[in-house]
């Protein structure tokens, strides 16, 4: 499976923007960039994913890199909530199989 | 719906007991899960299965450790003797297909402490 490599720990004042890259240079054709997080003391929880554009939800926007080797995922105004571990996963769906594989993540910490 | 269940949500035992840990999916999805996650190793897929099928057992770690799943709404992990490095927050989840729309959900996590 394709790695991802994410910084160990990013801070953030509360309500400003929140940018967390993720690099994935080995990525294939179909592979699928998925984010979920990881408050504390609960189990992972989906954000956001994408192929190839950039997409936005209620909860985060996902920017990938034309050539798909990164991406990143954009809190537009983070809050005390968004406190947590972010894990940026790359899922190939042609294979069938739904299994995720979790690296070590990004802690994200919001300075009230 | 109420979500991925998992019973119990703490559970300490002795070393040498055996422990079994219990998931109720969201009703209607395909696909369980059971994950570990340690401050060592992360979290950890240890067995996935689709439509009661399981389908990748190869994150088991050894014997001792078994998953069950009876039927669509119940599924088990066993671990048969514990040893106190099995301590670990075990995680259920379940999702609707394999799709890349299908997000996995997951449970609260028991935690499982082996004196």
């Known amino acids: 499976d394709a790695k991802t490599t994410q910084p160990n720990s990013m801070e953030s004042n509360e309500e400003e923007p929140v940018h967390l890259p993720c690099n994935h240079s080995?990525?294939?054709?179909?592979?699928?960039i998925h984010w979920y997080r990881q408050l504390p003391s609960q189990g992972p929880e989906y954000v956001i994913h994408?192929?190839?554009s950039n997409v936005n939800n209620r909860m985060a926007s996902l920017a990938i890199a034309e050539d798909r080797k990164s991406s990143t995922l954009i809190l537009h105004r983070a809050t005390l909530r968004d406190a947590a571990v972010y894990y940026c996963?790359?899922?190939?769906?042609?294979?069938?199989?739904?299994?995720?594989?979790f690296g070590t993540g990004t802690r994200l910490t919001v300075i009230p | 719906d109420a979500g991925v269940i998992q019973s119990p949500r703490h559970e300490v035992t002795e070393m040498g007991q055996e422990v079994t840990l219990r998931c109720k999916p969201i009703?209607?999805?395909?696909?369980l899960f059971w994950y570990r996650q340690t401050m060592m190793r992360g979290l950890e897929l240890l067995i996935y299965?689709?439509?009661?099928?399981?389908?990748?057992d190869s994150g088991m770690p050894e014997d001792r450790f078994s998953a069950k799943m009876p039927n669509a709404s119940f599924s088990t992990l066993k671990i048969q003797p514990s040893e106190p490095r099995d301590s670990a927050v075990y995680f259920c989840?379940?999702?609707?297909?394999?799709?890349?729309?299908?997000?996995?959900?997951f449970g609260p996590g028991t935690r499982l402490t082996v004196l």
């Open positions: 299965f689709n439509n009661n099928v399981p389908i990748d």
């Open positions: 989840a379940s999702s609707l297909g394999s799709g890349a729309n299908d997000e996995q959900f």
């Open positions: 080995t990525i294939s054709g179909t592979d699928y």
């Open positions: 009703s209607g999805h395909d696909y």
């Open positions: 996963i790359l899922r190939d769906v042609s294979a069938g199989a739904n299994n995720l594989f």
């Open positions: 994408g192929l190839t």
